[in-house]
């Protein structure tokens, strides 16, 4: 499974970005995708999920409200849409694939660097 993620980038405070990650490989059968982040000097911090439906979706307490997971399985593609972004959002978003539920031993995605300023 390859992940590449795109969309990262430098923006103002209170600001919006999307992020996308395309999915290739052996990807038959997943379900969920999702999303997590980790800034300078900080541990990894989950962002947010989807399931294949796009029914189900979860967030983290912190931006809840502010962002949003969507995906389109004909592209194999899963998006972030953040807005109203903090400075405290800057750091590396990364897109992965939980294995058997558990996103440390899943598949995960180069990382892409989004920095907020104020």
């Known amino acids: 499974v390859q992940l590449v993620e795109s969309g990262g980038g430098l923006v103002q405070a209170g600001g919006s970005l999307r992020l996308s990650c395309a999915a290739s490989?052996?990807?038959?059968?997943?379900?969920?995708m999702g999303w997590h982040r980790q800034a300078p000097g900080k541990e990894r911090e989950f962002v947010a999920a989807?399931?294949?439906?796009?029914?189900?979706?979860n967030y983290g307490d912190s931006v809840k409200g502010r962002f949003a997971i969507y995906r389109d399985n004909a592209k194999n593609t899963v998006y972030l849409q953040m807005n109203s972004l903090k400075p405290e959002d800057t750091a590396v978003y990364y897109c992965v694939i939980p294995y058997q539920g558990d996103y440390e031993s899943g598949f995960w995605g180069q990382g892409t660097l989004v920095t907020v300023s104020s």
């Open positions: 989807i399931s294949w439906s796009g029914s189900r979706s």
């Open positions: 490989g052996s990807i038959a059968g997943i379900n969920t």
